[in-house]
DNA sequence: GCATTAATTAAACGTACGTTCTATTAATTC
DNA sequence: GAATTAATAGAACGTACGTTTAATTAATGC
């Protein structure tokens, strides 16, 4: 046999990707073998190297476009309005993306060694460029005096950290929906940035 | 050639549990090969099954050692004071911890996958047990109206996350000083928790 | 100093991996 | 409907891995 009835380029090159992301999610990128990642979308092994000449090359792939996707998610919700209301929206938005995309922030977070040093960078790059956008925001509100802030570049990590640490214990359908998640988290940001008020909030 | 002049079990055991915690650390623990580590001690590959079955069993043992002796460490360092002080004391026991072994902190945060269910079992159920001594000091902290938290599990969680990812940024000799790191830290964790007076303490 | 135990080497086994090569069939174009 | 391009299969290559087996030397106990 070689190419087989209704077989499509665009619609593999997807299906790839998506199983993917999740075998590399749950069993490591190492741990997944090209075989696996070939049976589970039903073709041979040889088949993947139309789509990625290496299988570096599809790890970068899976990491960019959701490093891409994530800024885009942000620059299509980020408010114009005061400082605390910019700080929810990036934690709101933060959370609802990295829920939604569960197998694909795991796989950004935890294969970055799998990359080669020049693709490290890139990454590392974009993710520096996202969490300017926090450290801007948390800038702004100790200027204005709303924030009491210590250090913006150690609140800010302290702040990335415990958001995005929301996938490790989430589970979906279970004790929490992600409105009462991110209603929580946002509360006990504005807390941890000492925003005036934050005890009063009804948001 | 067999046995080695002055070779010495206890040693090389040792030797190869600090050689397994760097190389898993840096590369993941599928990427590192039992070659490699061996290599790295300076014995053939064959001389590891004298300390450890199987290459899993390795990562097994170094991840039990570190929440033995993270749980031992809190045990030792836990005050009977008031739950503020015993919330700044976890914080900072947990930093200090986790900044003097980056490596076995990193294996045991990112190697989860590689445990056999069985394996990963006990080791979660260890880290739940550490867990609940924060979540007790929070609903202490909650009951004696000193705190102000919404839900003490999810509380717990952010906590959790914000302070064992100080590992993910911080390097020794930068910018800051562990003493430095640990106090922002729990100034940030007791604004968290809205603790009262927590924006006057000079702590 | 001999017997025993501890610590290691050297070589090999079977397996699985990423990747490549070539052939083959399906869809598309004109 | 012939020519071209797209999408795959099937087989193979070389390599590296975890682990085992057997032999060998060093240290220890009596």
Redesign the pocket.
């Known amino acids: ?13 997807a299906l790839l990707r998506s199983a993917a992301l999740e075998l590399i999610a749950r069993h490591g990128f ?1 741990a ?5 990642l ?1 049976a589970k979308v ?15 090359t ?1 790890l970068f792939t899976l990491m960019k476009d959701h490093m891409e996707a994530l800024q885009a998610s942000w620059e299509a919700a980020r408010p114009e309005s005061d400082v605390s209301a910019r700080l929810s929206a990036f934690v709101d938005n933060h959370i609802r993306f990295h829920i939604e995309r569960r197998h694909a922030t795991h796989v950004s977070n935890m294969e970055l060694r799998s990359l080669s040093p020049e693709r490290l960078t890139e990454i590392m790059r974009m993710r520096t460029n996202y969490e300017k956008e926090l450290r801007q925001i948390l800038r702004d509100g100790a200027q204005q005096g709303l924030f009491r802030i210590d250090d913006v570049t150690l609140t800010g990590m302290a702040i990335i950290q415990m958001i995005t640490g929301v996938i490790v214990w989430f589970r979906p359908g279970e004790r929490f929906s992600v409105d009462e998640v991110a209603q929580n988290y946002h509360r006990m940001t504005l807390r941890l940035v000492g925003a005036a008020h934050a005890e009063d909030s009804h948001v």
């Not at 997944?32 to 696996?36: G, I, P, W």
């Open positions: 046999m070689a190419r087989t009835a209704g077989s499509d380029g665009e619609k593999t090159e190492d997944m073998s090209m075989r696996q070939s039903g073709v041979q092994a040889a088949a993947l190297y139309r789509y990625f000449p290496t299988k570096e599809l």
